[in-house]
């Protein structure tokens, strides 16, 4: 059974950093995409990054500079660092994984989405 289990998420003043996590079981990730999306409040869910089974990656322009995704050396742990929060990051982020390719800001391409943990960001 495939799970994806998000961590990391809570409350940080402007400014500020958290670092998200992602534990990916029931499959070998290493040939999947992993992906982080984020729906804040009365919004459409957004794409924020990507990591290719390439390693290859690539961040929506909204947080460009200042989020990096990454993955841990066994490829079933998916991060995102985030520095420089602002109060419009606040949203709850959600991890997600498809197997192949897949077009990153395409949320129906995703198989696997886990439970999502919240971010607020205090002004």
């Known amino acids: 059974q495939v799970q994806l289990v998000e961590s990391g998420g809570g409350l940080v003043q402007a400014g500020g950093s958290l670092r998200l996590s992602c534990a990916a079981s029931?499959?070998?990730?290493?040939?999947?995409?992993m992906a982080w999306f984020r729906r804040a409040p009365g919004k459409e869910r957004e794409f924020v990054a990507i990591?290719?089974?390439?390693?290859?990656?690539y961040h929506a322009d909204s947080v460009k500079g200042r989020f990096t995704i990454s993955r841990g050396n066994a490829k079933n742990t998916l991060y995102l660092q985030m520095n420089n929060l602002k109060p419009e990051d606040t949203a709850v982020y959600y991890c997600?994984?498809?197997?192949?390719?897949?077009?990153?800001?395409?949320?129906?391409?995703?198989?696997?989405w886990g439970q999502g943990t919240q971010v607020t960001v205090s002004s």
């Open positions: 997600a994984a498809n197997y192949g390719g897949v077009v990153p800001g395409d949320a129906a391409a995703y198989n696997y």
């Open positions: 029931g499959r070998t990730f290493s040939t999947y995409a």
């Open positions: 990591s290719w089974s390439s390693g290859s990656t």
